[in-house]
């Protein structure tokens, strides 16, 4: 399985980026799909997630109502759509994939086998 992340990139404050991740191999229509990111100096966290059976993403606090994960699985894609951007977004964005014949959402980056390469994200002031 290979993840692709692509989409960062630098922006100013207040805008907003779109974010990408192809993934090849596996059964992407079984996957939960999730979106992680690390800023300098800090641990890796959770961003969003999204199950493969629909319903109710799960997002961290953070990005409650600034962002939005989503995925067609058509195109074996998943998005992270980040809105009204802050500087304490700035982080290199993973995304990872995880089978999961329940549809469960996993929060922890402990449960994600296949990881995507990250892409970076920069917001100035």
């Known amino acids: 399985v290979q993840l692709q992340a692509y989409g960062g990139g630098s922006v100013q404050a207040g805008g907003f980026r779109r974010l990408s991740c192809a993934v090849s191999?596996?059964?992407?229509?079984?996957?939960?799909m999730a979106w992680f990111r690390q800023a300098p100096g800090k641990e890796r966290e959770f961003v969003a997630a999204v199950s493969w059976k629909g319903g109710t993403p799960s997002y961290a606090d953070s990005v409650k109502g600034r962002f939005t994960v989503s995925r067609d699985n058509d195109k074996n894609t998943t998005y992270l759509q980040m809105n009204s951007l802050k500087p304490e977004d700035t982080a290199v964005y993973y995304c990872?994939?995880?089978?999961?014949?329940?549809?469960?959402?996993?929060?922890?980056?402990?449960?994600?086998?296949?990881w995507g390469q990250g892409t970076l994200v920069t917001v100035s002031s």
């Open positions: 990872a994939a995880q089978t999961s014949f329940s549809g469960a959402i996993y929060v922890l980056d402990m449960y994600y086998r296949n």
């Open positions: 191999g596996g059964t992407f229509s079984k996957y939960t």
